[in-house]
């Protein structure tokens, strides 16, 4: 497939470069030619006439309102030379030329010429034409790709078939399911006949749902290069603009670029921009530029489809809760296609294609890396893919090794190493035994997850350490147990501290908060409270009526009373984690001592090394039950 923008008409461009052009030869032709080409007359200060004049040298002389031209008295017969001089405010001077016996007279006034004549009513027009022909061209910033005249043009660019390889669907993995939904969309702009003779109707609209990165996109021009067709690829802001009306009339030119070249497929991204329900918040009548675009979309969906034109609309979007009721009815977005984050075996094709474009070390093991990368869409997998490259790169080495592999995977989860932000002793120490805390706590907690390294290195704008945990599986469910020993793990860290130096540091405030929100999540969202039952109390819940907007859900209002036992439930699972975590480190403390002395000279433990210390780790003597 091959991209281009639509069609600029570049001739009035090319009239007001040849405008411009002319209009440059005029004024360098009466500004420069006469005095390339004129007579060169000596040019002398006005004292010096006067005095030639009173000294009787002066024969004659033409007095001009900018110049003075007079001939001096020649000798044997022969005229005199002519000079010239800048004349000054001088009422005396025709009685002073009269009394020394100098012939003047005014110089006569210049005689037109028609060829100057027709110049002169000619040019300025030209001039004041191109001026405006290029100040059009330049609003093409604002008005789109043909100036001011076009802001109602649509902005969309069109991929054709072309010498550039093509997107199919054997460039998209990890959305097998959303492929096999797709397949069908292929089969009818490619043999419309075989549905439509047994009365089938194909969808008009298909929405590709999914957060982002997922390769919505990309799946819309693989459809496109699958079918061999048009694609239109617009984004729903460049709908919206300044001008009243602009937004509705590139909706239906768009449409009308695509009837032409039907059959074809138009692609808007970020649907949301234009789509988002006019009942919410923000709306204020109907005269709003946004819902008239919407309006006008909503029509053009309808109108299309009444004529042979085969035009399918693809969108896509990561808030369809945003959308309005009637963009997904029947008739218009018939089908919505979920494009989620990939499963293992997703994520392992994904790296095997993109692993094609730089070369491998004999010891990559992507499946390995596909485990480590749970929730890992396919942008994020592409970029890890780039950034391990980059590390091969810069230790100038000709292919890419798992250690690049796993250092990339670091730095997208944890941030940048930073070696340079040097700690003192006391405060290495207490990261050391915070981080093994979080680790011998979680080596013991249910759940897919296992500590796979420890390192004091600070990373990212604030760690000054971390323990990376990866899961052994993917995991789509979890139980209250697991989440309880997630809150256990995070005030591992804290807990440690507490038990080497008997007081706390600053270093576990983002445990705590991730440790309390969980925690909230439990009794508010999760229902996981025999206290408060199995009701959602999740307070500033987005209402999916009002927009998405971030307005407060009114459904749900909670009383005082529930309020403190919803704070005294989550206390108290807070509290409970924290003890365990007590208990563990205190059944441990010699292991903890052992690994935090041996991290202080390291710096970092993983593979198997860390996992024969952690397995050294004892189960707590009785560890307090779940509430």
């Known amino acids: 497939m091959s991209i281009k923008d639509t069609p600029q008409p570049s001739r009035n461009r090319q009239i007001a470069n040849i405008l411009f052009f002319v209009a440059s030869l005029f004024l360098v032709a009466n500004l420069l030619l006469p005095s390339l080409f004129g007579p060169s007359i000596p040019q002398v200060p006005y004292s010096l006439f006067i005095d030639q004049v009173q000294d009787g040298k002066v024969t004659r002389a033409s007095v001009g309102q900018n110049e003075i031209r007079y001939q001096l008295k020649g000798e044997n017969d022969q005229p005199g030379q002519l000079l010239s001089t800048t004349p000054i405010f001088d009422l005396e001077l025709p009685q002073r030329l009269e009394d020394h016996g100098v012939e003047f007279a005014a110089v006569p006034p210049p005689k037109n010429n028609w060829f ?36 109602n043009k649509s902005k969309a660019k069109v991929y054709v078939e072309g010498e550039s390889t093509k997107v199919t669907f054997d460039d998209v993995a990890g959305v097998e399911e959303a492929k096999t939904e797709l397949v069908e969309i292929v089969d009818f702009l490619k043999n419309p006949q075989r549905f439509t003779s047994i009365g089938a109707r194909i969808p008009k609209g298909v929405l590709l749902v999914g957060p982002p990165g997922t390769g919505k996109t990309l799946l819309a021009k693989a459809v496109a290069g699958e079918a061999s067709v048009a694609f239109f690829s617009i984004s729903g802001s460049e709908f919206v603009e300044l001008f009243v009306g602009a937004g509705a009339a590139r909706v239906r030119d768009l449409f009308e670029q695509a009837k032409k070249k039907a059959p074809c497929i138009i692609f808007i991204d970020e649907l949301d921009a234009i789509g988002k329900s006019r009942a919410s918040a923000g709306f204020y009548g109907g005269n709003d530029e946004r819902e008239q675009t919407l309006n006008q979309l909503l029509t053009e969906m309808d109108g299309f489809a009444a004529g042979d034109a085969t035009v399918i609309v693809l969108a896509a979007t990561n808030r369809p809760e945003t959308l309005d009721p009637a963009l997904l009815r029947p008739g218009r977005f018939d089908r919505q296609v979920l494009v989620d984050r990939p499963d293992l075996s997703g994520r392992l094709k994904i790296l095997e294609i993109y692993a094609q474009k730089v070369k491998l070390g004999p010891d990559v093991d992507l499946k390995a890396i596909a485990t480590r990368t749970p929730g890992f869409a396919g942008a994020d997998l592409a970029n890890l893919v780039n950034e391990a490259a980059l590390l091969a790169a810069r230790a100038q080495r000709e292919t ?26 006391k405060e290495k120490k207490i990261v050391a035994y915070h981080e093994v805390g979080h680790a011998l706590v979680g080596t013991l907690m249910p759940g897919g997850s296992k500590v796979a390294k420890i390192s004091i290195v600070p990373r ?5 350490g971390y323990t990376l945990q990866l899961p052994t599986e993917d995991r789509f469910l979890m139980d209250e147990a697991e989440l309880r020993g997630q809150i256990a793990t995070l005030l591992g860290g804290r807990a440690a501290e507490e038990i080497i130096f008997g007081s706390i ?5 983002n445990d705590l908060q991730r440790a309390t929100d969980l925690a909230e999540r439990m009794v508010t969202t999760y229902g996981m409270s025999k206290v408060l039952g199995p009701l959602a109390y999740e307070k500033g819940q987005q209402n999916a009526f009002l927009g998405g907007d971030g307005m407060m859900n009114p459904r749900r209002m909670v009383s005082d009373d529930t309020a403190k036992a919803i704070d005294d439930e989550v206390k108290e699972i807070v509290e409970t984690a924290h003890q365990q975590a007590l208990d563990i480190l205190n059944q441990n403390q010699e292991l903890l001592e052992k690994i935090a002395l041996q991290i202080l000279e390291t710096e970092v433990i993983e593979g198997e090394e860390l996992q024969k210390l952690l397995n050294q780790v004892r189960l707590v003597d009785k560890v307090p039950a779940a509430v």
């Open 460 to 464: 990212g704008m604030a760690a000054l």
């Open 400 to 425: 890419v090794s798992q250690a690049d592999f796993a250092e990339a995977i670091e730095r997208v989860v944890a941030g940048l190493e930073k070696k340079s932000r040097v700690l003192n002793d």
């Open 116 to 151: 100057t004549s027709i110049l002169g009513w000619v040019i300025p027009p030209l001039i004041f034409v191109a001026i405006w022909q290029f100040f059009l061209g330049r609003a093409g910033g604002f008005g789109g790709p043909q100036g001011a005249l076009s802001i």
């Open 505 to 509: 540091t600053t270093g576990a405030a």
